[in-house]
């Protein structure tokens, strides 16, 4: 929410969690009463004056405080606050100092830094813009057709060679374990299935752990998470382990095939993630955008809204996965195939299920 009136003298910022029940669903209780404690409390208080100035330093300072990547991505936040120092001026107008500042963020290199204002919000997307796309939404139809299933936020089917084909394409649309059972029941006579996340820019981790349950049968580790537990870039919490806990309901025991692209963002990244370590799964097509940090918001003194990366995850090896997830197969999808109306991805994961299946 926007200040309808900005204040003109001092005003006070504070860090707070971004939807915070659901997107800490995944770890465990006392971090996540800690994380509530210290994101939804003031973590610093501070005056800044509203003028171009004082947003900027107020802007800056809540990222040197709180962001988490600034060792791993090498960033020179210091020298970014004297490079960008110099062009603020006190005319500024909103739309001038918006741009100027989102410039700033975009040096971070992180597609959970936005900039909140009414008028725009600053984003940057060159995680997945500079790499081949690799899936063609119109080239679904020749698979799913017009009689598939739909449960929760999955498009399902079954398709002619007895090999389960699901579309997933927002972890923000609606799943829960009853949407799962069903999927899972009417695709357990199959040779093997392909759970297709392309596109998948994210959501809510509480789903990609509901999904990644049914395919583990004992507690898998996937990672570990940190927080921050002061001001300095390399201030940090001991690494807290992340499982994947195994479904009490159905689960499926046939091989898997998860396919991936670029644009597969934040709860997907950490999807793909728990899914490379359960059995029978092979993570196939191009690499993860990344997304891995926790975000959360803040306000500078205008009242927009700055959103962050704050806890960094990382996987069973502890290395992180902000960048991406490599597949174990690559595969592109070719023009000669799309112009043949065929996926490359959907064909070569249907190949490798039914060579399995011949095995």
């Known amino acids: ?64 405080e709180h962001y988490c990547f ?58 997945f813009e ?13 698979y799913l057709g017009t009689d598939y299933l739909i449960s929760g936020g999955i498009r399902y089917k079954i398709l002619e060679d007895n090999i389960g084909y699901l579309y997933y394409g927002d972890f923000s649309s609606g799943l829960g374990d009853t949407n799962v059972d069903y999927i899972i029941d009417k695709l357990s006579i199959c040779d093997g299935i392909i759970i297709d996340v392309r596109d998948n820019g994210g959501g809510l981790l509480s789903n990609a752990e509901i999904l990644a349950a049914r395919f583990v049968n004992e507690k898998t580790l996937t990672g570990y998470i940190q927080h921050k537990t002061g001001k300095g870039h390399n201030d940090f919490s001991k690494p807290y382990s992340r499982y994947n806990l195994p479904s009490t309901r159905l689960r499926y025991q046939k091989p898997v095939v998860v396919l991936t692209n670029r644009s597969c963002y934040s709860a997907t990244n950490d999807f793909v993630n728990a899914m490379r370590y359960c059995p029978n799964v092979t993570i196939m097509g191009d690499k993860t955008g990344g997304g891995s940090g926790l975000p959360f918001n803040s306000e500078i003194p205008n009242g927009w809204s700055v959103r962050f990366s704050a806890c960094p995850v990382f996987d069973a090896d502890m290395q992180q996965i902000e960048f991406g997830i490599d597949p174990d197969i690559h595969v592109d999808l070719s023009d000669k195939d799309v112009k043949n109306g065929k996926d490359t991805l959907i064909e070569s994961a249907r190949d490798l299920l039914k060579n399995k299946k011949i095995q």
């Open 70 to 127: 600034f060792e791993y991505k090498g960033i020179d936040w210091d020298k970014i606050h004297s490079d960008y120092s110099k062009r603020i001026s006190a005319d500024m107008n909103n739309e001038s100092l918006f741009m100027l500042l989102n410039e700033m963020l975009q040096e971070l290199k992180d597609g959970h830094v936005n900039l909140s204002t009414p008028f725009d919000i600053g984003r940057y997307w060159k995680w």
């Open 1 to 64: 929410m926007y200040l309808n009136k900005q204040k003109e003298k001092g005003t006070r910022y504070k860090v707070q969690g971004t939807r915070l029940k659901q997107k800490i669903a995944f770890y465990l209780v006392p971090f996540t009463l800690y994380l509530f404690t210290l994101f939804s409390s003031c973590v610093k208080i501070e005056e800044y004056p509203n003028d171009p100035r004082g947003n900027f330093e107020a802007l800056w300072k809540i990222m040197d």
């Open 130 to 142: 500079d790499y081949p796309r690799n899936f063609n939404l119109s080239l679904l139809d020749n």
